[in-house]
C-alpha cells in the first residue's frame, strides 16, 4: 500500500500535541460581499429580493380576485 501526501492550503493545517497533523481544522475566513458586488448576500440585494417578493405577491392576490379562483386551480395545479 503506497501513501499519497495530502497538499492542504496554507495555515489551514495543525497539529496536536503528538505531531500528527490535523488538515482544515481552522476554518478559512469568511469574506462578505461588498455593496459593488454582482452577487451574494448584501442590502442591494435583499431589498430587490423583497421587492420583487411582494410585487408576486400582488400579482398572485390580483390574479385570484380577477379570476375568482385560487392561484394553484388557475396555473392548473
Not at 48 to 70: D, H, P
Request: charged share 20%; hydrophobic share 45%.
Amino acid at each position: 500500500m503506497t501513501a499519497t501526501a495530502l497538499q492542504a492550503p496554507t495555515g489551514l493545517v495543525t497539529h496536536d500535541l503528538e505531531g500528527h497533523d490535523n488538515v482544515y481544522a481552522k476554518e478559512p475566513m469568511m469574506e462578505l460581499a461588498g455593496p459593488e458586488a454582482g452577487w451574494g448576500f448584501h442590502r442591494r440585494a435583499e431589498m430587490l429580493n423583497g421587492r420583487l417578493a411582494m410585487l408576486g405577491f400582488v400579482a398572485a392576490i390580483m390574479t385570484e380576485l380577477i379570476s375568482g379562483e385560487g392561484l394553484l386551480r388557475t396555473i392548473g395545479l
